[in-house]
């Protein structure tokens, strides 16, 4: 039992269906050490969204999350997504930061806010190593292993990686002031998995009387960017829950309608099973 990432495996009969959460962890690791005040930071966590779906592995479906903090380092960039900005001496790997490095959310964020930084140091090369061994690769590698034993299964999988957003775009975002929908699809403009899973996905929460955006502001990163290869019959989507459906993103803490969506998500779970039956 791994104490960075839990596997919770189908309850029975499994279907080719698998689910991860690579930003709910609340976890923090005390060699962390971050200057930023822990409420600032906390607001990279995408809070409670593991349990939301919790019933996955009742409907067959294998559920993986992180249970170390997104701001500690991030399962969903390019493991060479790293910030030279923050590393105190050289960097052995190959080095290719994003836009997201840019803005001080790559592999390891430099800051917490656009105007908080996460640190009052730079981080060693040996630091970075330690949370990707510690952290990013044995959470890809139990996203990969389940994927790919379903695959070998069943011929074909269908994964869902799971987050939620803020409700309005803040001043690190894209859409920096914007209202966003209830749900957010992305599929990487149309690259991570057949076409029809987004169509299913997107029908099935409108009907559940939810507002769709697909790949507006939100498109998909390095998670379904890495698995998604619908060619081989690997179909990718990320969803992202806007958090104001669920809790009170300034204080973290679950609201009434926290019960409302995780039973509309049961629902989206049972219609996804059928989808996934027919198509197999
Ligand atoms: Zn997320």
Redesign the pocket.
Known sequence: MSDVVLVHEPHDDAIPLVLDS???GTDYPPDFEHAAPRAVVRQAE?TF?AELYESAPRYGATLIEALFP?AYIDP?RHIADIDTELLAGAWSGPIMPSRKTELGMGLVWRLARADVPMYDRKLSAAEISNRITRCYEPYHAAVSAALDRRHAEFGAVWHIN????PAIGDSMSDDPGRPRADFVLGDRDGSTCEPEFTEFAKETLSHLGYRVAVNDPYKGVELVRMHGRPQERRHSLQI?INRMLYMDEAILEKHAGFATLQQALVRFLESLRSFIRARR
């Open positions: 690579p930003h709910s995408d969204v997104r969903n799971c987050h939620s957003m992202e």
